[in-house]
């Protein structure tokens, strides 16, 4: 039972952009906040970014004003607007759905199949 379902990777140059995509099922949005993690070859996945049921974004500072985190709750659906593309943002890209508590975002269970996004020239 497919519940997260990420689309809207691909190829790009550094310095281009790239908007991801993520259906959940309601049960999934229905937790209080999203995020997008990415895992590139040989290292650990890492949290992009997560955005509060309140539409409150956070970000790694690694992607501080380049990446855009936003929520549609009526689809369901939560972005990522890549902007300034670098090469070290090549990485499987993943949605999860968790909880916000306090100042941290918690991941849970579940997780898509991912997006590859490819920076390079």
């Known amino acids: 039972q497919v519940q997260l379902v990420e689309s809207g990777g691909g190829l790009v140059q550094p310095g281009g952009s790239l908007r991801l995509s993520c259906a959940a099922s309601?049960?999934?949005?229905?937790?209080?906040?999203m995020a997008w993690y990415r895992q590139a070859p040989g290292k650990q996945r890492e949290l992009v970014a997560f955005i509060t049921s309140g539409g409150s974004g956070n970000y790694a500072d690694s992607v501080k004003g380049r990446f855009t985190i936003s929520r549609d709750n009526a689809k369901n659906t939560v972005y990522l607007q890549m902007n300034s593309l670098k090469h070290e943002d090549t990485a499987v890209y993943y949605c999860?759905?968790?909880?916000?508590?306090?100042?941290?975002?918690?991941?849970?269970?579940?997780w898509g199949q991912g997006t590859q996004v490819t920076v390079s020239s």
């Open positions: 309601k049960f999934i949005f229905s937790i209080n906040a």
């Open positions: 999860n759905g968790g909880l916000y508590l306090g100042s941290t975002y918690s991941a849970g269970a579940s």
